[in-house]
């Protein structure tokens, strides 16, 4: 398994900046793709950010690019999401996850972190 940990969320107001991390115990956590998802309350799990195992390719929703950055750091088996100009529809439950093979969808990852809160105030 590659245990995962998020960090860094909290209550932010909009217009405002957060970044998240995700840190991997696992010491293979350079060779995964890495995600990150956000779940608000009573909705379903949504794609928001995806980076290949090198760090060369990286995705985004339509929703937040432009506003949100992922990036890793292989030698620190952590990946972030620099997340600006946030938004109260931003306001959710933040994962990261581990997978194989980079993608866009939830069911393709293996390895999910407990997830971090994201509050934002207008």
């Known amino acids: 398994q590659v245990p995962l940990v998020e960090s860094g969320g909290g209550l932010v107001q909009a217009g405002g900046s957060l970044r998240l991390s995700c840190a991997a115990s696992?010491?293979?956590?350079?060779?995964?793709?890495m995600g990150w998802f956000r779940q608000a309350p009573g909705k379903e799990r949504e794609f928001v950010a995806a980076?290949?195992?090198?760090?060369?390719?990286?995705y985004y929703a339509e929703s937040v690019k432009g506003r949100f950055t992922i990036s890793r750091d292989n030698a620190k088996s952590t990946v972030y999401l620099q997340m600006n100009s946030l938004k109260p529809e931003d306001t959710a439950v933040y994962y990261c996850?581990?997978?194989?093979?980079?993608?866009?969808?939830?069911?393709?990852?293996?390895?999910w972190g407990q997830g971090t809160q994201v509050t934002v105030s207008s």
């Open positions: 996850a581990a997978t194989d093979y980079t993608s866009l969808s939830a069911r393709e990852y293996d390895y």
């Open positions: 696992d010491r293979t956590f350079g060779s995964y793709a």
């Open positions: 980076i290949s195992w090198s760090g060369g390719s990286t």
